[in-house]
């Protein structure tokens, strides 16, 4: 168990809808991370925030945003899904840099 | 942008025989990371390394920075089945405060 946590674990959505999903950092890590792994596939860096503020943006499409709330959880909100978005989300924490710690995942679905 | 390949992208050995993956960046790192995903599992941190020409030890596993600080290697000697899953290596640039994750080798072990 590496502290993180994430939900839901599985969702399931249609294509055009929305979904938010959560994530909880280790206690104390300041830094939370939002990663996409298609099926088959490395892990895509999609956006970084450090105690509330954006420190670092990959490739996160302009249908994604995210953000990180005063006690420092994080969500990451999915618009105007596709069929291609499908896929397992990962965030992690960190102190701030250094090792960082992943959540076991939220699987989506679009259908 | 930076890009951090691996290869082999797949390895299939029996148990006992060694195993190496290769990590290349296109740009120089002030780090490097590696991370092990079990199947249907969450990436989990093994080691960091900093300086040039760095070489750290984990029982059977060996790490090694090379002296340009743009490519590393991961040596499993005497491989078991519990060492399958995804190595990904991971590192910083000097500007970046983004972690950029190599493709991946999948390892197999077979009895």
């Known amino acids: 168990d590496s502290g993180v946590t994430q939900t839901p674990k599985h969702l399931i959505t249609a294509t055009g809808q929305r979904v938010t999903l959560r994530c909880s950092p280790r206690s104390g890590d300041l830094s939370v991370y939002w990663y996409q792994q298609s099926l088959d596939q490395g892990l895509q860096f999609l956006i970084q925030y450090y105690n509330g503020e954006e420190r670092a943006k990959g490739n996160i499409l302009e249908r994604f945003s995210a953000q990180q709330f005063p006690d420092l959880h994080s969500e990451l909100n999915l618009s105007s899904l596709e069929l291609g978005d499908s896929a397992l989300y990962f965030c992690?924490?960190?102190?701030?840099?250094?090792?960082?710690?992943f959540g076991p995942g939220t699987r989506l679905t679009v259908l | 942008g930076q890009q951090v390949m691996q290869i082999p992208q797949y390895q299939h050995v029996q148990e006992g025989e060694d195993f190496t993956t290769y990590c290349n960046s296109s740009t120089t790192l002030s780090n490097i990371q590696w991370y092990k995903q079990r199947p249907g599992g969450h990436p989990v941190f093994l080691i960091q390394l900093v300086k040039s020409g760095e070489v750290k030890k984990q029982k059977r596993l060996t790490f090694q920075f090379g002296e340009a600080k743009k490519n590393s290697s991961l040596h499993i000697t005497a491989t078991q089945t519990t060492d399958v899953g995804t190595y990904f290596c991971a590192g910083y640039t000097g500007t970046a405060s983004k972690l950029t994750f190599g493709t991946g080798t999948r390892l197999q072990v077979t009895l």
């Open positions: 992690a924490s960190s102190v701030h840099g250094g090792e960082q710690f």
